[in-house]
């Protein structure tokens, strides 16, 4: 897609506050040069990024994502977008996105849902309803989360049914990492020994679902916790 594409998807699903129009009359001497598919696109849009131009940043985070003219650079996407936030609830929402799902960065929800909530000040209602939906989900999985923390040392201690509530919790926010870990555990104990073949079934599943990267930090998890409990 050319970059003078992308300024018109820009301004049609924007509602330009004066200072981000600004922005993008600053440009417009530019446009036809930005139209040109090489990665030249990203010197010529420097100079304005320095003085501050979101509507710049955003273009150059838009090519680093996308890895079309330049190799793919999540990082440095990450770094444009940030810049271009302050005005631009498309790039709030993408800085959101990055944050959430762990593209250029380490994930964090809570950084995550702090973009997401400038989203909701913005005039774009396609966005605030996205936005709002991803803060719910995050908020749900943040709750989860620390459940998670007070039922595993409930199954340290020796609670059998703990273990199992970890692992369903686990499946609930789409963490096949701490599932597996459970599951093995669970298979160990006593408590389930009637029930081995169903949990095996279920760890069989589960791995078949996960990347090779996954079931190795998962098995290393596995081990400290096995040690742990040796002791």
């Known amino acids: 897609m050319k970059v003078f594409c992308l300024l018109l998807?820009?301004?049609a699903s924007s509602v330009f506050a004066s200072t981000l129009e600004e922005d993008y009359r600053e440009l417009e001497p530019q446009m036809d040069m930005l139209s040109i598919q090489t990665s030249a696109v990203l010197n010529l849009l420097e100079p304005y990024i320095q003085k501050g131009n979101s509507v710049a940043a955003y273009?150059?985070?838009s090519i680093h994502e996308k890895g079309r003219l330049v190799e793919k650079d999540d990082k440095k996407a990450l770094e444009l977008y940030i810049k271009a936030s302050d005005k631009i609830p498309q790039a709030q929402m993408k800085v959101g996105n990055m944050y959430a799902f762990g593209h250029g960065t380490d994930v964090s929800f809570a950084d995550a849902i702090t973009y997401y909530e400038k989203v909701l000040a913005s005039d774009d209602e396609k966005l605030k309803t996205e936005a709002a939906e991803r803060i719910i989900i995050l908020n749900d999985i943040i709750e989860k989360e620390k459940i998670i923390k007070e039922k595993e040392m409930l199954a340290l201690s020796g609670d059998p049914v703990s273990m199992l509530d970890v692992v369903y919790l686990c499946l609930s926010i789409d963490n096949p990492i701490c599932a597996y870990v459970w599951l093995s555990l669970s298979l160990k104990h006593p408590a389930f020994e009637q029930s081995t073949n169903e949990l095996q079934n279920m760890l069989d599943?589960?791995?078949g679902e996960m990347t090779?990267?996954?079931i190795m930090t998962a098995e290393e998890e596995l081990q400290k916790?096995?040690?742990a409990l040796k002791k």
Do not use: D, E, G, N
């Open 205 to 207: 599943r589960l791995s």
């Open 9 to 11: 998807i820009l301004m």
């Open 59 to 61: 273009l150059a985070a």
């Open 225 to 227: 916790i096995t040690q």
């Open 212 to 214: 090779i990267p996954q």
